[in-house]
């Protein structure tokens, strides 16, 4: 019986409402380089690119929209306990109305102390600039896991897709580590669920079901599906 839904979501998740994905062509690490963007190095070389990459990001997010697949996992919560564990620094699934989700690399509606990770702000309006600081005077950073950084919500996310009885893994590439791990943790006998156009990489889990075809086309049709099951 299914009681426990565990959401692992990706880029593909936002990628109807206008927000690019990371390695697919047109991606956003075709056209940013890793290491100019998204690292501590890079920060600590060239800061002015790397607030203009996230601020970008961040005001194109104001104008986006949750789309028809965030809107159907909200609908799951009349049912089932729902937990979303997100590698997407988009907060669409909270504006769907999603009640627990955990972002594993971050939020890009969020800034923090470039030295105390947990002194946390909203994002100003406009993005952030140098010069912005915390209380303490310390630059503001964006509040996201660069490559080559902890993430502390990892232990989190395991011992929550440990307790899944269904994981429905959406659009993600399951490319990035620790976060893609994440698929190894489900106990024996749950049910494992990719919705994803792409092919699959994780072979290792067995009885996956893979739907082939984008997020939004698939979710609302199968959420009416597992609603139909209690
Ligand atoms: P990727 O860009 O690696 O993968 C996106 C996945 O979404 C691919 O498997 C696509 O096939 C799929 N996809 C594309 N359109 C879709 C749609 N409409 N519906 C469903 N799926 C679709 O993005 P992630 O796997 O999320 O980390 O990348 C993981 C991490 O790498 C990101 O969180 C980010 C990035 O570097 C950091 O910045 C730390």
Not at 73 to 79: Q, R
Not at 148 to 163: K, R, T, W
């Amino acid at each position: 019986m299914i009681r426990r839904i565990v959401v692992f979501s990706g880029a593909g998740m936002s990628a109807e409402s206008g927000l690019k994905t990371f390695r697919d062509s047109g991606g956003l690490w075709e056209t940013h380089r890793i290491e100019d963007v998204a690292t501590p190095e890079a920060w600590a070389r060239n800061p002015e690119l790397v607030l203009n990459f996230y601020n970008q990001r961040f005001l194109q997010l104001k104008k986006a929209l949750p789309n028809h697949a965030h809107l159907a996992l909200v609908k799951l919560e009349s049912c089932f306990e729902v937990e979303i564990i997100t590698q997407n620094v988009d907060d669409l699934h909270e504006r769907a109305g999603s009640s627990r989700v955990l972002h594993l690399h971050g939020e890009l509606v969020k800034c923090r102390s470039s030295i105390y990770e947990n002194d946390i702000y909203p994002m100003p309006e406009l993005g952030l600039r140098q010069g912005d600081c915390c209380r303490m005077g310390h630059q503001l950073r964006p509040h996201i896991v660069w490559f080559g950084e902890a993430v502390p919500a990892m232990y989190d996310a395991e011992l929550i897709a440990a307790q899944a009885d269904l994981l429905l893994v959406i659009g993600t590439s399951l490319n990035v580590y620790p976060a893609a791990g994440l698929i190894y943790r489900v106990q024996t006998g749950a049910n494992v669920i990719v919705v994803d156009p792409g092919e699959l990489s994780i072979s290792a889990v067995k009885g996956i079901q893979h739907y082939k075809a984008k997020a939004s086309d698939v979710l609302p049709k199968l959420v009416d599906d597992l609603l139909k099951l209690v």
